[in-house]
């Protein structure tokens, strides 16, 4: 059964997608920074061997490979690598904080360039899939938003990439949600009250589909709104 490595999926659209890939038999593996989190989402799933968790920080470039390594280690094979990991600040190029910025930039930037370098070698080997979650924030702007430059960043990375893997036989794919109901929206300034939203499940289920298509077919870029949402 395929094996696929999540980051950022302790809570929230990585979580959801786990759990999903576990339940269709894929061997799966997460990471998140805060280990207590990561283990409840373990114990969440009843602990299962097709289960590994690491807590890392997929900023940074050495944990990424460890991360990479350790899965191979332990499934033997990379068939799926979903860069999820990510958050936004929620403020302003006018008026917010530059050091919130930073890590917000080096995960949701930084952090797929990671992934993608360190899982390339062993996803040649499966003829892999690479998904990239990206955001409705990379594709429409908004006044001031610098999470959404991060996400029009990732949007350029994923053709960049799939461009750059034509030949080896990888399916990259965008999938960008518009409003989910995860901790993503926590901090004060989030998304709206009363805004339409999916679950993390509803799209969580896009990242599956887009993973588990035929042989030779190559999902590019997925936009998942919610019906009524007003961008
Ligand atoms: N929810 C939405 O409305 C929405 C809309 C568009 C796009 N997105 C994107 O969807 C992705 C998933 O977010 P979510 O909504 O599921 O939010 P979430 O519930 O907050 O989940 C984010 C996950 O990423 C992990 N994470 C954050 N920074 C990390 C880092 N530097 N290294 C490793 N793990 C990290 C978190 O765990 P730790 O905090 O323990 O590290 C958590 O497991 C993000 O890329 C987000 O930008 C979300």
């Given at each position: 059964m395929p094996v696929t490595l999540i980051t950022?999926?302790?809570?929230?659209i990585g979580a959801a997608a786990a759990r999903q890939l576990l339940d269709l038999g894929h061997s799966v593996t997460v990471t998140g920074r805060n280990a207590d989190r990561l283990d409840s989402f373990a114990a969440s799933v009843g602990r299962p061997a097709e289960l590994l968790t690491i807590a890392g920080d997929a900023s940074n470039p050495a944990a990424v490979q460890d991360t990479v390594d350790a899965t191979l280690k332990t499934?033997?094979?990379?068939?799926n690598a979903v860069a999820n990991a990510g958050f936004a600040t929620h403020d302003s190029l006018d008026d917010g904080d530059p050091e919130g910025w930073r890590s917000m930039i080096l995960t949701n930037v930084l952090g797929p360039a990671l992934l993608i370098r360190a899982a390339l070698p062993a996803l040649k080997v499966s003829r892999g899939r690479i998904v990239l979650v990206g955001s409705v924030a990379g594709h429409v702007h908004t006044p001031g938003n610098i999470y959404g430059a991060t996400k029009f960043a990732v949007t350029g990375l994923a053709e960049n990439t799939r461009q750059m893997v034509t030949g080896d036989g990888i399916g990259v794919t965008l999938v960008s949600p518009g409003a989910v109901e995860t901790h993503f929206s926590d901090p004060v300034g989030g998304l709206a009250p009363g805004r339409e939203r999916i679950s993390a499940d509803q799209l969580a289920a896009s990242i599956v589909w887009a993973l588990t298509?035929?042989?030779?077919v190559d999902i590019n870029t997925l936009i998942v709104r919610p019906i009524g949402s007003p961008r």
């Open positions: 950022g999926g302790s809570s929230g499934f033997g094979q990379l068939d298509q035929p042989a030779g």
